[in-house]
Every structure is written in structure tokens, then in C-alpha cells.
């Protein structure tokens, strides 16, 4: 309810993620009356949808705290709850950022040995699978040496079951790859993953830099959320400021716009490629329960994004098998059950 588009583009996206997956059902959680009328318009959603009503709405300008006192009865806390609850697996909200965030660890509390939650986005790249996951982008401004290791562990995991890679390679942003460069904490969180790679069942490549996010060098960059943010915003501006630069040139002479007809499906190629929306979904890490963030701006195909990688955590056991990782790490350092022991599934 709380998305900048409204229910409207919710429900579309709802709408187009069922008639692609017949094995997913939704509970929607908002003004019932309303929700009644659109979904009811749709046959696609005939039976897969149970409407939770809710009264009141958090806004995108309301401040966390706020909504951590008063957020009861709002449709996000009723969201939030089904998870909690065991009614659902995953929750995905397009609604206020930092407001989701505190909600999701007043009512789920982080996974033990967590201090700090991350959120992991996807980041179009060189890799055979066309993405690299980095985190934190946006949960935490603050990330000491410790938190920037409990990332790399979560990151990791998350590489395993959302782009299954058996032995994900982590890398720590920094301002250059030599080992002199950085601030003293990079240099702490540098030595300690490097330490933690073999009982995490990952590779460490040691430091990365800005040119490395989109690269096939690195499956999983580790920053703070501050940096974090500002890369993830700067990126999506980039992508959109190239197609926009793009459409531009091609209408610009008869010539130019002859070009374009030629190059069609080259081009829509390149855009299903650079489009912000079909990799729309940060995952909030190193809670007791799977919340996927969508943009607040997202339409129906961003969000239908948003829910498909919630799917694809859920049907992978990720929740449980995160928590087993980061407890078995942070722990006495021994490693959770080794990759083949899970039937050749990833972890």
C-alpha cells in the first residue's frame, strides 16, 4: 500500500508473477475493499490470493522510529507478521525503506551472532550468470571489521542459493586493491575475512574497487551501507542516463532512426540487460525471516522482479541455511554441513 505507485502497480506485478508460476500464492495485505475490486478484476489471480485487512498505511516520509512505536495495524507490520507467524515464507514491501528495516528487526530479531543486518542487491555483471550480489547497500550507514565479516558470510550464502555458486569469490571494497590502501578498519575486516574464506566456503580475491562491481572478477562485493547506497544509486542513474542517451541518438536524423529499426532486437537486448527494474529486489540479510525490499517507484515488472527472487530464497531453504552458516562461523569457526552433504543442492 505504502509503494509510490499505489496498490495498482502491486497487484500488476502480482498478477504477472502468478501467471508465470503456478506454484506461488500471495497474502495481500492492505485496504480490503480496495484489494477486493482489483484483484477480483484479474483471473490470473482466481484463488491465489487471501486479503489481510489493514487500516492504516506507513508513509515514505514517516521516520523509523516512529513506525516502530506506532506501526501496528498498518499494512507492512501485518506483512511482516505472516512471516513471523510461519503464514509465509517471504515478505516483499515497496514501501519505506528504513521503516521496513526496523519494523522487520523489532518483529523478527536478527539472527544470533548478528550485530548488523545488510542489504544485498544484485549487480548486472560479466559473470556467467549475469549478476554479482553486494551488501550492504543501504540497511546500516555504520559497518566496523566484525560486521563487514558477518556480510561476507551472509553474502556468500546468499550467492549460493540465489545464484548458485557453489564456492562464491567475496571481495572487499576498497579504495584500491593493494593491501597499504584503506582506512584501519578495511584493513581489521581484510585480515579477518581472509581468515574466515575456508570455514565460510568461499574464495577471498582481497580488496576490489568501483570498476570491479559489474566485472567477472568477484561474485560478492562487501562495503558499508553508506558506499554501499551511493554505488547502488549512482548505477541505476548511469543505466538509465545511457538509455536515455540511446534513444536520443537514434531519433535524431531520419538516418539515425532507420539505424534503430535495423538494430531493434540488438537494443532490446542491451535494455532487458541495463533495466534497473528486472533486477528490482534488496534482500534484507541476518534477520529470523527472508524480507525482499522493492523500489518504492517499481511497476509491475520491477515488483513481479522483486517476487520471483523471493520465491527462488524460499523454494532454496536460504533462511535456514544462513542462519546455520553464520552461527557455525561465528561461532568456534567450524563450518556448517559441507555443500555435498545437502544431495549437491548449493547451500
Known amino acids: 500500500m505504502g509503494g509510490d505507485r499505489g496498490p495498482a ?18 497474502i495481500v495485505h492492505g485496504d480490503e475493499e480496495q484489494l477486493t475490486r482489483m484483484i477480483g478484476r484479474r ?19 514517516e521516520k523509523p522510529s516512529h513506525v516502530m512505536r506506532n506501526g501496528e495495524g498498518t499494512s507492512m507490520w501485518g506483512a511482516i507478521e505472516s512471516v513471523r507467524n510461519k503464514e ?27 550485530n548488523r543486518p545488510a542489504i544485498a542487491c544484485l549487480w548486472p555483471s560479466r559473470n556467467k550468470g549475469g549478476f554479482n550480489v553486494m551488501l ?27 545464484l548458485k555458486l557453489v564456492r562464491p569469490r567475496v571481495g572487499l571494497l576498497n579504495v584500491g586493491t593493494e593491501e597499504h590502501k584503506g582506512h584501519a578498519e578495511l584493513k581489521v575486516a581484510h585480515e579477518l575475512i581472509g581468515a574466515s574464506a575456508e570455514a565460510g566456503s568461499f574464495d577471498y580475491v582481497g580488496f576490489v574497487e568501483g570498476s570491479d562491481l559489474p566485472s567477472d572478477r568477484v561474485d560478492v562485493i562487501v562495503t558499508d551501507g553508506f558506499t554501499g547506497n ?12 545511457i538509455g536515455d542517451f540511446m534513444k536520443e541518438a537514434f531519433a535524431a536524423t531520419p538516418l539515425s532512426r532507420v539505424a534503430a529499426l535495423l538494430a531493434l532486437t540488438s537494443l532490446r537486448r542491451l535494455q532487458k540487460r541495463i533495466d534497473p527494474r528486472r533486477v528490482n529486489g ?5 534477520l529470523n525471516g527472508t524480507v525482499v525490499k522493492s523500489h518504492g517507484s517499481a511497476d509491475a515488472t520491477g515488483i513481479a522482479a522483486a517476487i520471483k527472487l523471493a520465491f527462488q530464497l524460499a523454494q532454496s531453504g536460504f533462511q ?3 542462519a546455520a552458516r553464520v552461527a557455525a562461523v561465528g561461532g568456534a569457526h567450524q ?6 552433504e545437502n544431495n549437491g543442492r548449493a547451500e
Open 9 to 26: 502497480a502491486v497487484v500488476a506485478g502480482i498478477e504477472e508473477s502468478a501467471s508465470k508460476n503456478p506454484d506461488i500464492h500471495f
Open 43 to 61: 483471473k490470473a489471480l482466481a484463488g491465489r490470493c487471501v486479503i489481510r485487512h489493514a487500516e492504516r498505511v506507513v508513509t515514505m516520509h
Open 88 to 114: 509465509a515464507t517471504v515478505a516483499v514491501s515497496c514501501g519505506n525503506t528504513g521503516a521496513l528495516m526496523a519494523l522487520s528487526m523489532i518483529r523478527l530479531r536478527k539472527i544470533p551472532g548478528v
Open 136 to 162: 550492504d547497500v543501504g540497511a546500516d550507514i555504520k559497518a566496523d571489521a566484525e560486521d563487514l565479516l558477518q556480510y561476507a558470510m551472509m553474502g556468500a550464502s546468499y550467492a549460493r542459493n540465489g
Open 230 to 241: 551511493i554505488a547502488l544509486k549512482t548505477g541505476e542513474g548511469t543505466a538509465k542516463l
Open 282 to 286: 534488496g534482500v534484507f540479510l541476518g
Open 320 to 322: 535456514e541455511r544462513l
Open 335 to 340: 563450518d556448517a554441513p559441507a555443500d555435498g
